[in-house]
C-alpha cells in the first residue's frame, strides 16, 4: 500500500542492483540505459538533502521506481531518474542529456523542467515555495504539458505522489496547501487519465493532511475489522467461485478494498453510517468477455437481492475517462451488503493504469492505439477548453470547474450520452451540445416535464432544450448569484456574444443597469467616475460598456461599493482628540465612535444606514449619539454642523439591519406570497409590511432585515424576478 511507503524514511538510496532487482528480465540495453542514467543523477545530487535529512537523490530513485511499477517503458524511467537535474544543478543543460541519453530522454526532462521554471521563493530544492500567481502558473504549465507529450505528465504525477508520500516533514502550512492542491489538480488528472492507483492514493494521502482526525476515525475503523472482513470476504469468493464454476463460467474473483477518502465521500453523499457503505466489503470478477459481463451479472442478481439504486452500467455508457465495468450491490443471506464490480481483463488494465496501459500492454511499437488516441485527444480537448484565457488563476479556476469537478451524465432525447460538471443546468447543456442552441435556448424539458433554466441537472435526466428563432442569451445568466449558468465554458460562449454586440448599445444598457443598480442601494448620488475608479477602469464608458457585455454584473458593483465602504473607514484618520477609537457599549449596531467611547448610540430611522454605508453621528441632546448616512436630508441641511461626530463600521458581524424597501407592481393573486418566498430563500427577515393599491397597481413598503449592501443587492434583485414586479429599489429617506 503506497501510504505505508510513505511511513518510511530511507537515509541512503537504493543501490543500482536493489532498485532494478524486480525487473531482473530487461533487455541489455534498457539495462545499461538505466544503470547509466542512475549514476548520472547520483553524481549530480550529491550532498543536497530533503528536509527529512535523506539524500536528494532518495526521491529520484523513488520516482523512478513509481513508474516502473507503472509499466512504463525505461525511457520514461530514465528521464524519471534525471527529472530534476536539469532544474536544480546550472551546470547541467539539456544539451547535455541529449548527448549523453539521446533525444528522447532529454526531451521529457525538459519538459519537466518547463513546468517547474517557475521563480522560487527559497534556495534549496526541499523549501520550494512560490506566490499564489505563480502557483497557478506553475499548474497551467502542468496541465498544459499534455498536449506536448502526457508522459511528462505521468512523469510529473510520480513526483508528486513521492512528495505526497513524504510531506509529513513538512510545516504545517505547507502541508495543507501541498495536499489541497493535490486533492484539487493532480488526484483528478490521475483520473482523468484513468490512473486509478495514482487517485486513490492522491486523495489518500491528500485527506490525510487536510482533515487528520477523520481519517485516523475511519482509519481506526477499517483496521478494528479488517480480519472479520477478510475472513468474511474470503468466504464469499470461494461461494462465488462455486457458483460460477457450476454455470461452467472461467472467472477471477478477488477482493477489493476501498479507499479511505471514498468512504468518506460516500458518508458525506449518502448520510450513511459507516457500517452502510455498501463497497467496504467488495469483490471484483474478471471474466472473459462483454457477453459474459452481462451473464454474470445475472447469475449474481438470481443468487443475492439486488439494491434499488446501486446498479450502474459503465460498460455501456463509460465515464469521462473510459472506465469500462458493472458496478452492482446486493443483499447477502445474513442481510450484510456487498458490492460486485465485473470487468474483462482489459476493462481491468485500462481501469489499473488507465493511459499508461498503453506502454504496459502494447504489443508493438508500430500498432496502432485506438483507446489510447482516444484518451489523449479527449484530455487535449478538455484543455484546449481554457487555452484561449491568459490569466493563470482564471484558467485554474475553469479547468476545477469544468474538468476536474464531479461529473453528471446526462442523455438527450436521441439517447446520446452528454458528460457535464456536476451542478450544470440546462443552459450549460444547450451550449455543450452547440454554442447557436445555446445562445437561442429559451427553456427546458428534463424527462418529459417543463423546468426552469436554474433546475440543477441530475445522473440520467433525459433533457430536451427549447430555442426560438432568433435571440440571443440574457444578461442575467452571467449573474452567479440567479444559478443559470455553471460552466465557465458557458459564461465564456454568453460573454462573447455580448462582445460581438454594438459597443455603443452596450454603453446604453450598461448605463441603465449601473443606475438602476445605484438607484437600488439608495446610492443615487454616487457618480460613474467613482464606480470606474473602483474597477480600476481608465474610461467609464468602457465600464458601462463591461456592464453592458456581462463581464461586470450587479453583484460586482454591490460587492465593489461595499468594498470601498470598508477600506475608506479603516483608512479614515481619527480626529486629533484624547483617546483612540473603541467599540460601542451596543455592539450588536457594529459602529465605532472616534476619539471617546462608552456612549448610548441608535440608527436614524430617517436613512436607516445599513453595514456598508458611509455614516456620520450626531451628537443629541440627552440621547447620545444617533447614526445617519452621510446623505441623509436631515444631515445635509443641518445648522448645528459641530453636533457631528466621525464613526464608522465595525468588523462585519452577524448583526442585521433594518432597511425600508419600496416595491412596485401590477397587482394580483399570490404577490404576496411569491415576493415573501424569494425574500426567504436569501434567509432575509421581513417585517413591518405595508401595501397600498390604486388601478391594479400596488405599492409595497418593507422593512427588511440584511447583513450587508451586498446581500441587499441579492435581495432586491430576486424580487425584481417575481412576475408582475415592476421595481425593487431602497426606500430614500
Same mark, same amino acid.
Not at 461452467?248 to 477489493?256: H, K, P, Q, T
Not at 451542478?423 to 416535464?449: E, L, M, Q
Not at 483612540?580 to 459602529?591: C, D, H, N
Not at 415576493?675 to 405599492?699: D, G, P, W
Given at each position: ?550 463581464? /461586470? ?6 460587492? !465593489?461599493? +461595499?468594498?470601498?465602504?470598508? =477600506?475608506? &473607514?479603516? #483608512?479614515? @484618520? ?86 425600508? /424597501? ?6 394580483? !393573486?399570490? +404577490?404576496?406570497?411569491?415576493? =415573501?418566498? &424569494?425574500? #426567504?430563500? @436569501? ?51
Amino acid at each position: 500500500m503506497g501510504v505505508r511507503r510513505g511511513e518510511q524514511i530511507e537515509m541512503m538510496p537504493l543501490a543500482f542492483e536493489e532498485f532494478i532487482a524486480p525487473y531482473a528480465d530487461l533487455p541489455v540495453y534498457e539495462h545499461n540505459l538505466l544503470n547509466k542514467a542512475y549514476q548520472f543523477a547520483k553524481q549530480a545530487h550529491a550532498g543536497q538533502k530533503r528536509m527529512s535529512g535523506e539524500d536528494y537523490f532518495v526521491h529520484c530513485v523513488e520516482v523512478a521506481r513509481i513508474l516502473l511499477d507503472l509499466g512504463m517503458d525505461t525511457v520514461v524511467v530514465a528521464a524519471g531518474l534525471l527529472h530534476d537535474v536539469v532544474e536544480d544543478i546550472p551546470e547541467i543543460t539539456v544539451e547535455d542529456l541529449r548527448a549523453e541519453f539521446g533525444n528522447e530522454v532529454a526531451q521529457l526532462v525538459e519538459g519537466v523542467t518547463k513546468i517547474e521554471r517557475i521563480p522560487l521563493q527559497a534556495e534549496y530544492p526541499e523549501q520550494r515555495t512560490r506566490p499564489p500567481d505563480q502557483e497557478a502558473e506553475y499548474l497551467r504549465k502542468t496541465l498544459l504539458a499534455i498536449n506536448d507529450d502526457v508522459r511528462v505528465i505521468l512523469i510529473k504525477l510520480a513526483d508528486r505522489l513521492h512528495n505526497m508520500r513524504t510531506l509529513g516533514h513538512l510545516p504545517r502550512d505547507r502541508q495543507i496547501r501541498n495536499a489541497r492542491e493535490t486533492m484539487d489538480i493532480f488526484a483528478p488528472l490521475a483520473s482523468r487519465l484513468g490512473i486509478w492507483q495514482f487517485k486513490w492514493e492522491l486523495e489518500d494521502l491528500s485527506f490525510r493532511y487536510l482533515e487528520p482526525e477523520r481519517y485516523r476515525a475511519i482509519s481506526a475503523m477499517i483496521a478494528e475489522r479488517r480480519a472479520d472482513r477478510d475472513y468474511y470476504v474470503s468466504r464469499i469468493i470461494e461461494y462465488l467461485k462455486d457458483v460460477l464454476a457450476k454455470h461452467e463460467i472461467d472467472a477471477e474473483v478477488s477482493g477489493r478494498s476501498k479507499n479511505i477518502y471514498s468512504i468518506a465521500r460516500k458518508i458525506d453523499e449518502k448520510g450513511l453510517p459507516f457500517d452502510q457503505i455498501y463497497d467496504v466489503r467488495a469483490v471484483r470478477v474478471v471474466v472473459a468477455d462483454v457477453f459474459t459481463c452481462y451473464q454474470v451479472l445475472g447469475i449474481i442478481h438470481q443468487e443475492w437481492r439486488p439494491i434499488a439504486g446501486e446498479f450502474d452500467d459503465y460498460i455501456a455508457a463509460p465515464k469521462d475517462n473510459f472506465y469500462q465495468s458493472l458496478h452492482t450491490a446486493v443483499i447477502l443471506g445474513d442481510g450484510k451488503t456487498l458490492e460486485v464490480q465485473i470487468r474483462t481483463p482489459q476493462m481491468h488494465n485500462n481501469a489499473e493504469y488507465g493511459v499508461a496501459a498503453h506502454w504496459r500492454y502494447k504489443e508493438s511499437t508500430r500498432q496502432r492505439d485506438e483507446s489510447f488516441e482516444r484518451r489523449i485527444q479527449y484530455l487535449r480537448e478538455m484543455i484546449d477548453i481554457g487555452r484561449g484565457v491568459d490569466d493563470a488563476g482564471e484558467f485554474i479556476d475553469l479547468m476545477r470547474s469544468d474538468v476536474f469537478q464531479d461529473r453528471v451524465y446526462v442523455f438527450s432525447p436521441r439517447g446520446d450520452i452528454y458528460d457535464l460538471p456536476a451542478g450544470s443546468t440546462p443552459i450549460d447543456f444547450a451550449y455543450h451540445i452547440h454554442t447557436d442552441i445555446g445562445h437561442r435556448c429559451r427553456g427546458a424539458k428534463v424527462n418529459g416535464k417543463l423546468v426552469s433554466l436554474d433546475y440543477v441537472l441530475q445522473v440520467g435526466d433525459r433533457v430536451e432544450i427549447l430555442t426560438a428563432k432568433r435571440g440571443g442569451p440574457s444578461r442575467d445568466w452571467l449573474t452567479s448569484s440567479l444559478g443559470y449558468v455553471k460552466t465557465k465554458r458557458a459564461v465564456a460562449k454568453i460573454r462573447q456574444w455580448f462582445r460581438r454586440q454594438d459597443y455603443e448599445k452596450m454603453v446604453i444598457q450598461g448605463r441603465e443597469v449601473l443606475e438602476r443598480e445605484l438607484k437600488r442601494l439608495g446610492l443615487e448620488k454616487m457618480s460613474h467616475d467613482q464606480v470606474a475608479e473602483l474597477f480600476n477602469v481608465d474610461k467609464t464608458e468602457d465600464l458601462l460598456a463591461q456592464i453592458g457585455f456581462g463581464d /461586470i454584473n450587479t453583484q460586482h458593483i454591490a460587492t !465593489k461599493i +461595499l468594498e470601498m465602504e470598508r =477600506s475608506q &473607514a479603516e #483608512a479614515a @484618520e481619527e480626529p486629533v482628540v484624547a483617546r483612540p477609537a473603541r467599540p460601542l457599549t451596543t455592539p450588536t449596531q457594529g459602529v465605532r465612535i472616534q476619539g471617546t467611547g462608552g456612549l448610548l448610540t441608535q440608527l436614524a430611522r430617517c436613512c436607516n444606514p445599513v453595514q456598508g454605508d458611509e455614516v456620520i453621528g450626531y451628537i443629541t441632546r440627552g440621547r447620545g449619539v444617533t447614526v445617519h448616512r452621510r446623505d441623509c436630508p436631515n444631515i445635509l441641511n443641518l445648522n448645528e454642523p459641530e453636533r457631528l461626530i466621525e464613526v464608522e463600521w465595525g468588523e462585519a458581524s452577524d448583526d442585521v439591519y433594518p432597511v425600508p /424597501i419600496e416595491i412596485d407592481a401590477y397587482d394580483r !393573486k399570490g +404577490l404576496v406570497r411569491d415576493i =415573501s418566498t &424569494a425574500v #426567504a430563500e @436569501e434567509q432575509v427577515n421581513m417585517r413591518n409590511i405595508s401595501v397600498q393599491t390604486n388601478n391594479n397597481l400596488a405599492r409595497f413598503t418593507v422593512t427588511m432585515e440584511v447583513e450587508s449592501a451586498a446581500q441587499l443587492s441579492r435581495v432586491l434583485s430576486k424580487i425584481e424576478r417575481v412576475p408582475n414586479v415592476m421595481t425593487a429599489r431602497r426606500r430614500k429617506a
